[in-house]
């Protein structure tokens, strides 16, 4: 079993829509991020939290540490938002503060 | 822009070679993060720096090494390659992994990658 789940693998969805995103962890965390990844290749960090909520524009970011359980909305897509999103945690443990462990990202595609 | 430079963009080589792959870090940043990301295993993490010295090892073979130098930009050595080597390597840059700022972790500013295909 891997430490970081995301579901859904992929995703479509039609311009102007709400998605969700999801991230389940196992491990002992000092924080989660939440990745953008473009067809070119390049990884953008978009959040960092540890505790309840983020927006940055139309992008929403919670975590609910209790049940190690995280979102990632995008309110009124655009094929813009196309894109792989990973969920990544800071894991808890000696001498690896600060190292990422990575889910496998979400590959979205927003159709207009 | 992250602010973070990698070199080179793509590389091709035939196994058995050996590579460098070189990065530098934002300015100010003391901590350089090495990741492979290949198509079966995704994103994994290698190797962390931080001021010149190695902090936390991950999913490294013994044959890549790395390290970091005074100016604080850091390279990563590939030899003996194989065809399961060829993937996209990231090097991400913070400023301090021990996060001492408010905010609990350190967010990461990624580089935009070496691609490495070995034939």
């Known amino acids: 079993k891997n430490e970081v789940e995301q579901s859904p693998q992929n995703l479509t969805a039609q311009e102007g829509e709400f998605i969700t995103i999801n991230c389940s962890y196992s491990?002992?965390?000092?924080?989660l991020h939440w990745l953008q990844q473009h067809p070119g290749g390049g990884i953008v960090s978009l959040f960092m939290?540890?505790?309840g909520k983020k927006k940055h524009g139309r992008l929403i970011a919670t975590i609910n540490i209790q049940e190690k359980h995280s979102s990632l909305h995008i309110t009124a897509s655009h094929p813009r938002d196309s894109a792989v999103y990973i969920c990544?945690?800071?894991?808890?443990?000696?001498?690896?503060?600060?190292?990422?462990?990575f889910g496998k990202g979400t590959k979205l595609s927003v159709k207009p | 822009d992250s602010g973070v430079t990698q070199t080179p963009k793509h590389l091709i080589t035939a196994t058995g070679q050996r590579v460098t792959l070189r990065c530098s870090p934002r300015?100010?940043?003391?901590?350089v993060y090495w990741y492979q990301q290949s198509l079966d295993q995704g994103l994994q993490f290698l190797i962390q720096?931080?001021?010149?010295?190695?902090?936390a090892k991950g999913n490294i073979l013994e044959r890549f090494s790395a390290q970091q130098f005074p100016d604080l930009h850091s390279e990563l050595n590939l030899s003996s390659l194989e065809l399961g080597d060829s993937a996209l390597y990231f090097c991400?840059?913070?400023?301090?992994?021990?996060?001492?700022?408010?905010?609990?972790?350190?967010?990461?500013?990624f580089g935009p990658g070496t691609r490495l295909l070995v034939l």
């Open positions: 991400a840059s913070s400023v301090d992994p021990w996060g001492s700022m408010k905010a609990r972790g350190e967010t990461q500013y």
């Open positions: 491990v002992g965390i000092s924080a």
């Open positions: 939290l540890s505790s």
């Open positions: 990544a945690v800071s894991w808890v443990k000696v001498g690896s503060q600060g190292n990422l462990i």
């Open positions: 300015s100010g940043d003391l901590s």
């Open positions: 720096y931080y001021n010149g010295e190695e902090r």
